[in-house]
């Protein structure tokens, strides 16, 4: 079965830190990767996916990621953050075949102060 | 844009009653997923459907069950409420890719 697991639960940054969010998952197979957000008292969000090609995707909001297939991981990052980042983030995979569904991590919250 | 519904907001429903959460999607997708979502827990999966009438069981099934008669609409279904089903519940439908579109869900709050 698949599993993911997010590294940090809660991480707080001041504002214009660089921000790394752990995220490891555990399948053998191809698999497709999402960073998803949600923004206090919001909906789910799609932050960025990686299906295949580049393991360096970009995602909205100067987000992006990188997979690598060897660590099982794929980690997000973030030059700078903002106080408008707040916000908690969740990795979620799904195996590349048809009749499966997306399973999430336990979340990591972000908390920047300006 | 996808737009995925979900019938209630919030919702207060005493123990031992049976509750209906409904979600209705207009994308087409034949996939459809419902979650809960706890603190500390993340996402857990309960079930999905990817086709009319087919239903599979997630990771946490127990206490609960679906239904899928229309392709557009997926409902969750707590045969008999009880307090650690209390919860916010997601909806989400997904097409040929693999990315999910999600609602904007149901806290459910069970006394």
């Known amino acids: 079965a698949q599993s993911v697991s997010q590294h940090n639960h809660h991480v707080i940054l001041s504002e214009a830190a660089s921000l790394e969010l752990g995220c490891n998952y555990s399948y053998g197979g191809t698999v497709n990767l999402f960073w998803y957000v949600q923004y206090p008292g919001q909906h789910l969000q799609l932050l960025l996916k990686?299906?295949?090609?580049?393991?360096l995707v970009k995602g909205i909001k100067g987000f992006e990621a990188e997979f690598i297939k060897s660590k099982f991981s794929f980690n997000l990052r973030k030059p700078s953050v903002q106080w408008s980042d707040t916000a908690e983030y969740f990795c979620a995979v799904t195996a590349n075949q048809a009749g499966t569904a997306l399973i999430f991590g336990k979340g990591t919250t972000l908390s920047v102060s300006s | 844009d996808v737009k995925v519904t979900q019938s209630s907001r919030y919702l207060v429903k005493r123990t031992g009653e049976k509750v209906f959460l409904e979600c209705v999607q207009d994308?087409?997708?034949?996939?459809m997923f419902w979650y809960r979502q706890d603190p500390g827990l993340g996402l857990r999966l309960i079930y999905f459907s990817y086709d009319v009438k087919m239903k599979e069981k997630g990771d946490i099934p127990e206490g609960y069950s679906v239904s899928r008669e229309k392709k557009e609409r997926f409902s969750l279904i707590l045969e008999s409420a009880s307090t650690n089903q209390t919860s916010m519940y997601l909806c989400a439908s997904r097409g040929d890719t693999y990315e999910q579109y999600f609602g904007p869900g149901t806290r459910l709050t069970v006394t």
């Open positions: 994308m087409d997708h034949e996939n």
């Open positions: 990686y299906f295949s090609g580049d393991p």
